[in-house]
């Protein structure tokens, strides 16, 4: 069943832009992503200005991404670049957010989980954008036993028939 305020709750530790990762305790974030990690970036240089110091680990096999990651960009973003789940089973330090938003096919997904989930710190939250497509992440949730929500949009009288991003924590 439905429970508003668990969802409140859930969005109030979710960090959006304005409410930084590391501001509710999230230091790491790995993210197998294009382009997504300048705003991740942003909150946490206004973290660090602040004594909050954190990371976003942005994992992509276009070896021309990441060109916008200079300055004092880098130092809160380290850019991969190689296969995601490659590269995530390389990973030393606990993961506090996983955006899954690299090949959208589900064994890619499974697998992206399924290499992170040993490097999960604990109350980790993952995320995928893959959630109208596929229950990965929500049988993923249950096998774990964490909870897990999804967020869809169905925009009207328009030609993109929407999307979503599911959140498992």
Known sequence: ??????????VARTPW???????SG?????AT???????RAAALLRNADEGRPGRVTSI?????????????????VDLVIGDSQARIAELTTPVDVFLHDSDHAPARERGE???VEQRLAPG?????????????LGR????TGRRFLAWTERPKRHWFPGDGIGAAW
Do not use: Q
């Open 140 to 143: 993923y949730a249950e096998r």
């Open 17 to 23: 832009p304005g409410r930084p990762p590391s501001r």
């Open 1 to 10: 069943m439905f429970d508003a305020t668990e969802l409140r709750r859930a």
């Open 60 to 76: 992509d096999i276009n070896p021309e991404a990441g060109f916008l990651v200079t300055g004092r960009w880098s130092s809160v």
């Open 124 to 136: 980790a939250l993952l995320l995928t954008d893959n959630v109208t497509s596929t229950d990965v």
């Open 33 to 39: 992503t294009r382009g997504c990690s300048a705003t």
């Open 26 to 30: 999230w230091r790491r974030w790995p």
């Open 113 to 115: 989980f399924g290499t």
